[in-house]
């Protein structure tokens, strides 16, 4: 009977995976924020590691808490996706003034240049106000399930960098975090080179 339910609980997990998968992929919704809010707060003990690259969820970006929650940036983030000409004059400026470098507005960039991705900007960042995790309660069960976490972020990533997140990180027991030479796209032979480096100097000091 317990083999059964463990089984059912199993089958759940996976579709609720298949559905942060689609969702990431065709809606641009925030991955981290569902992984973490979906899978460790309903299904902490089929948990064995938690990996994210640049993650957002445990600190976030002032930048979109602006744009979420505050009047004036909710009004201005509205007519700034119905406008051709005001967000990529917006995402211009804040290069100029080093908020963002070359490779974030090359990305950023790409998701607002036709009408329909501007429009699936501005649904998807409202969407992810209801996707933030209760952080206190998912360090609380890493811990409790001794979960392993392995966490990394660029040096030069602008938009999710350590910092911020360092309140959250001193609070997990067991985490390995690798600070990389890399900026905010992390998805790239250089990191899987740099991680396996580590490993090796990580498996030569055992």
Request: proline share 4%; hydrophobic share 40%; with cysteine.
């Amino acid at each position: 009977m317990q083999r059964q339910a463990i089984g059912s609980r199993k089958q759940d997990f996976e579709e609720n995976e298949k559905v942060e998968q689609i969702a990431g992929e065709e809606r641009s919704i925030d991955p981290h924020q569902q992984e973490l809010k979906q899978g460790m707060e309903e299904y902490p003990d089929l948990v064995d590691e938690i990996i994210l690259m640049a993650p957002d969820a445990l600190a976030g970006y002032k930048g979109f808490k602006f744009l979420q929650h505050h009047t004036f940036g909710k009004l201005l983030f509205r007519r700034a996706t119905k406008s051709k000409w005001l967000i990529p004059a917006m995402l211009k400026a804040l290069k100029r003034l080093k908020g963002i470098d070359e490779s974030l507005y090359t990305i950023a960039y790409n998701e607002i240049d036709t009408p329909k991705k501007r429009a699936d900007v501005f649904y998807t960042l409202n969407l992810i106000r209801f996707l933030q995790p209760d952080m206190d309660k998912v360090v609380a069960l890493i811990n409790q399930y001794q979960i392993k976490c392995c966490l990394i972020f660029g040096e030069d990533d602008l938009l999710f960098p350590l910092q911020p997140a360092m309140e959250v990180i001193s609070l997990i027991d067991s985490v390995r975090v690798h600070h990389v030479p890399m900026g905010h796209w992390l998805v790239t032979k250089k990191l899987d080179e740099y991680l396996a480096d580590a490993e090796s100097v990580t498996s030569a000091a055992r």
